[in-house]
């Protein structure tokens, strides 16, 4: 007899849990080797600042009884970490909390803290503010440079967090990171279980270990994806290594359109999302959530058709509009004479459409290599997507620039 109501309940808890996952079309994928399973879309915490507890027991509830288990706390604000505690009472156990270690609230401002006393201090007022005795992945606040991660090595700060977890104050170990050979040698440590990671069609084109916010970053693109985040995506696919992403649709949703957009050409936040998932080690796309109408904007992944997910669709779609114009992708580099053809096509599209002037004519001087030392030996035209005669805007550059 008691083995028959053990699987009685044992089918009724499958049954649940069956019709959740129906109810809400929700995806779940493993968070690494961490046994956890997470939503494939995510929360940022960003938008709770902005609104009160009312407003965001109301984002949280929908959030969760979409199928979102999975939210990722940056912010050492306090209005952040209680309005996320408000809006989790009684329901903490169906939330995954990824909360930053090494993070504070000073002044007014959010910043990053590699002090013992701040950091525990701050770590404990999330605990507090959470009204939870722990989170399940304690992630190491931002090292953007292997400078940072190697001054964290052997260090009070680091002993603190491998304590936390002993104490079960957090469950697994993680790190965050805009740069790809930080994050690659995080994965390779061998004590890092989850990696937060800036990922995205732009990001993917960065150079080497560069970071969106460096000087010149965005404005020299690679055609393809960097070799180091390739190494980075493989190394955690095989070693199974969570990793959850931030800034899926570009940081302030700038892939979204075309006049922001660091590619040239706007994506669709499906197209992002499936660009992000589409890679083996993804765990979730964590996405910043200010309201209602955003969430349930988002929450439309859950429906999207394959169509709607192909993000290989934009750049076919521009090509196949494309009337000429150029869309300062990069993807026609490198020059071989060293032309920096994206930004002279710019600079010559700016004059003719506004009009010259003595700044435009300042920065074309400033340039490395000018279009008059174009041979025309057409290597451009074969990488362009969008079929641009480059030699004779080069040609046109030289006529109104002067060389």
Same mark, same amino acid.
């Given at each position: 007899?008691?083995?028959?109501?053990?699987?009685?309940?044992?089918?009724?808890?499958?049954?649940?849990?069956?019709?959740?996952?129906?109810?809400?079309?929700?995806?779940?994928?493993?968070?690494?080797?961490?046994?956890?399973?997470?939503?494939?879309?995510?929360?940022?915490?960003?938008?709770?600042?902005?609104?009160?507890?009312?407003?965001?027991?109301?984002?949280?509830?929908?959030?969760?009884?979409?199928?979102?288990?999975?939210?990722?706390?940056?912010?050492?604000?306090?209005?952040?970490?209680?309005?996320?505690?408000?809006?989790?009472?009684?329901?903490?156990?169906?939330?995954?909390?990824?909360?930053?270690?090494?993070?504070?609230?000073?002044?007014?401002?959010?910043?990053?803290?590699?002090?013992?006393?701040?950091?525990?201090?701050?770590?404990?007022?999330?605990?507090?503010?959470?009204?939870?005795?722990?989170?399940?992945?304690?992630?190491?606040?931002?090292?953007?440079?292997?400078?940072?991660?190697?001054?964290?090595?052997?260090?009070?700060?680091?002993?603190?967090?491998?304590?936390?977890?002993?104490?079960?104050?957090?469950?697994?170990?993680?790190?965050?990171?805009?740069?790809?050979?930080?994050?690659?040698?995080?994965?390779?440590?061998?004590?890092?279980?989850?990696?937060?990671?800036?990922?995205?069609?732009?990001?993917?084109?960065?150079?080497?270990?560069?970071?969106?916010?460096?000087?010149?970053?965005?404005?020299?693109?690679?055609? $393809?994806?960097? %070799?180091?985040?390739?190494?980075? /995506? *493989?190394?955690?696919?095989? &070693?199974?290594?969570?990793? !959850?992403?931030?800034?899926?649709?570009?940081?302030?949703?700038?892939?979204?359109?075309?006049?922001?957009?660091?590619?040239?050409?706007?994506?669709?936040?499906?197209?992002?999302?499936?660009?992000?998932?589409?890679?083996?080690?993804?765990?979730?796309?964590?996405?910043?959530?200010?309201?209602?109408?955003?969430?349930?904007?988002?929450?439309?992944?859950?429906?999207?058709?394959?169509?709607?997910?192909?993000?290989?669709?934009?750049?076919?779609?521009?090509?196949?509009?494309?009337?000429?114009?150029?869309?300062?992708?990069?993807?026609?580099?490198?020059?071989?004479?060293?032309?920096?053809?994206?930004?002279?096509?710019?600079?010559?599209?700016?004059?003719?459409?506004? $009009?010259?002037? %003595?700044?435009?004519?300042?920065? /074309? *001087?400033?340039?490395?290599? &000018?279009?008059?030392?174009? !041979?025309?030996?057409?290597?451009?035209?074969?990488?362009?997507?969008?079929?641009?005669?480059?030699?004779?805007?080069?040609?046109?550059?030289?006529?109104?620039?002067?060389?």
């Amino acid at each position: 007899m008691k083995k028959f109501f053990l699987l009685l309940t044992a089918a009724l808890m499958f049954a649940a849990c069956g019709t959740k996952e129906k109810k809400t079309n929700m995806k779940f994928r493993p968070l690494g080797n961490t046994g956890l399973m997470v939503s494939e879309i995510s929360i940022g915490c960003g938008g709770f600042e902005k609104i009160d507890s009312a407003a965001s027991l109301e984002l949280m509830t929908m959030a969760l009884d979409s199928g979102m288990n999975y939210i990722d706390l940056y912010d050492a604000s306090p209005v952040t970490r209680s309005n996320i505690g408000y809006a989790l009472k009684g329901r903490r156990d169906e939330m995954i909390i990824q909360g930053h270690i090494g993070n504070t609230f000073k002044n007014g401002q959010h910043s990053r803290t590699r002090d013992l006393e701040e950091t525990k201090a701050s770590f404990e007022d999330m605990l507090t503010r959470l009204g939870t005795d722990h989170i399940e992945v304690g992630m190491i606040h931002i090292a953007d440079s292997p400078e940072e991660w190697e001054e964290i090595q052997n260090t009070p700060f680091l002993d603190y967090v491998f304590q936390l977890k002993k104490e079960g104050k957090i469950q697994h170990i993680g790190l965050s990171s805009h740069n790809a050979e930080v994050a690659l040698m995080a994965a390779k440590s061998g004590w890092v279980e989850v990696i937060m990671f800036s990922l995205n069609p732009a990001f993917d084109r960065l150079k080497g270990g560069a970071i969106p916010w460096e000087e010149g970053a965005m404005e020299n693109l690679q055609a $393809g994806i960097d %070799p180091v985040r390739v190494e980075l /995506y *493989d190394y955690c696919a095989s &070693h199974h290594i969570g990793v !959850t992403v931030m800034k899926t649709f570009g940081g302030g949703g700038r892939l979204l359109d075309a006049k922001t957009s660091p590619v040239g050409v706007a994506y669709t936040p499906e197209q992002c999302i499936a660009y992000c998932l589409a890679k083996p080690c993804i765990s979730t796309c964590i996405l910043g959530i200010d309201n209602l109408d955003e969430l349930k904007a988002d929450l439309h992944w859950m429906h999207a058709t394959e169509a709607e997910k192909d993000y290989t669709a934009v750049e076919k779609r521009e090509q196949a509009q494309a009337d000429g114009s150029c869309t300062y992708c990069n993807h026609c580099s490198p020059c071989s004479m060293g032309i920096p053809i994206a930004k002279v096509n710019e600079l010559l599209d700016k004059a003719e459409t506004e $009009g010259m002037t %003595p700044e435009l004519q300042k920065q /074309y *001087d400033a340039l490395p290599h &000018h279009a008059g030392e174009c !041979t025309h030996c057409e290597a451009c035209m074969s990488r362009c997507p969008f079929g641009v005669d480059i030699p004779a805007k080069m040609d046109k550059a030289k006529e109104v620039f002067g060389k």
